[in-house]
């Protein structure tokens, strides 16, 4: 199995009122592209998957989107979150949240879509520094999940 074409990368802009989902943006890494605020639309195009990422995806978007990410039988241990690795591979770096740097203004609305290929180049920069590290604390990484 080809690990690279299973993994889809997700960001979700959420309205903070009413809780609705405003946009869905996804990106698999045969370069495939979702961009809508369909949920139904965002389950289809999660078929093939087998692990899911996004920056700050169990506090926040999974909340919106598990009934679309249970449907296509995507396990709970096969959800990657960027941002509890950053602050272990980068632990230099001031801050983990993504860069918005495509925002012109803070008021502008966030593009879930620009997001979900940023925590895609995120995860893939934590993939190349964690294979990187010294053996022992790749087993300090992994001993919580024993």
Same mark, same amino acid.
Request: net charge negative; proline share 4%; charged share 25%.
């Given at each position: 199995?080809?690990?690279?074409?299973?993994?889809?990368?997700?960001?979700?802009?959420?309205d903070?009122?009413? *809780?609705?989902?405003?946009?869905?943006g996804?990106?698999k890494?045969?370069?495939?592209?979702?961009h809508?605020?369909?949920?139904? *639309?965002?389950?289809?195009?999660?078929?093939g998957?087998?692990?899911?990422?996004?920056?700050?995806i169990?506090?926040?978007?999974? #909340?919106?989107?598990?009934?679309?990410?249970?449907?296509?039988?995507? #396990?709970?241990?096969?959800?990657?979150?960027?941002?509890?690795?950053? @602050?272990?591979?980068?632990?230099?770096? @001031?801050?983990?949240?993504?860069l918005?740097?495509?925002?012109?203004?803070?008021?502008?609305?966030? #593009? @879930?879509?620009n997001?979900?290929?940023?925590?895609?180049?995120l995860?893939?920069?934590?993939?190349?520094t964690? *294979?990187?590290?010294?053996?022992?604390?790749?087993?300090?990484?992994?001993? @919580?999940?024993?």
């Open positions: 199995m080809n690990i690279k074409n299973s993994i889809a990368f997700v960001d979700t802009e959420i903070p009122e009413s *809780g609705r989902i405003l946009d869905v996804s990106i890494d045969n370069s495939d592209i979702f809508s605020c369909s949920v139904s *639309g965002f389950a289809e195009f999660l078929n998957a087998r692990f899911l990422c996004g920056h700050n169990i506090r926040h978007d999974l #909340n919106y989107i598990r009934h679309a990410v249970e449907k296509n039988g995507i #396990n709970r241990e096969d959800i990657i979150d960027t941002l509890f690795l950053s @602050p272990l591979l980068f632990p230099a770096r @001031p801050y983990h949240a993504l918005k740097d495509d925002k012109l203004q803070t008021q502008d609305i966030n #593009n @879930p879509l997001d979900s290929i940023k925590a895609r180049d995860f893939y920069d934590e993939v190349e964690f *294979g990187q590290v010294d053996e022992d604390l790749k087993q300090i990484f992994f001993s @919580p999940f024993k």
